[in-house]
């Protein structure tokens, strides 16, 4: 069995969309959101690059990846760490392609990465008022003893400021 649970599985399932944290070859963070976000076994994430060039390009040159999927309703998800590998041709990339169409995926798919997840922790936002959110990372052990907590704010601002 993998480190992945059954509500990780659902919230993913449900949700569909992550966002996929990777690092440009300068060093800089790049942060592209992800509508075909998927579980494809018990360890692996998979999403078709269908208009990431930047995502693939950084994968290729660093392959740390770390997507997260959050229920915006319930405002808590999960983040997961890992490495990605990006797939163009052959027989596993030929499966996502059928597993993408039998989804109803339209568009190109010149890629798909699939993500082995070494790690994955739950996300949970504090507080969402009109003009902040107050979201909470708690690292556990395999234990599940916490062993570290973050917090970051976030000012929601309105499109053109």
């Not at 942060?31 to 693939?56: E, H, Q, Y």
Request: net charge negative.
């Amino acid at each position: 069995m993998g480190i992945i649970s059954e509500d990780m599985r659902h919230v993913v399932r449900e949700q569909r969309l992550g966002y996929a944290a990777t690092v440009c070859p300068d060093g800089t963070p790049n942060l592209s959101p992800k509508g075909t976000t998927a579980f494809w076994d018990a360890d692996r994430l998979i999403f078709a690059d269908i208009r990431s060039p930047g995502t693939v390009e950084n994968l290729r040159h660093n392959s740390t990846i770390e997507v997260n999927v959050v229920d915006p309703i319930s405002r808590k998800g999960y983040r997961f760490k890992g490495t990605g590998m990006v797939l163009t041709d052959g027989d596993l990339f030929d499966e996502a392609l059928e597993f993408y169409l039998e989804r109803g995926v339209e568009g190109e798919i010149r890629a798909v990465v699939l993500v082995e997840v070494g790690r994955a922790l739950p996300l949970t936002s504090l507080h969402r008022g009109k003009i902040q959110q107050l979201w909470q990372i708690v690292i556990q052990r395999e234990d599940g003893k916490g062993v570290a907590r973050g917090q970051v704010r976030l000012q929601n601002i309105e499109a053109g400021e």
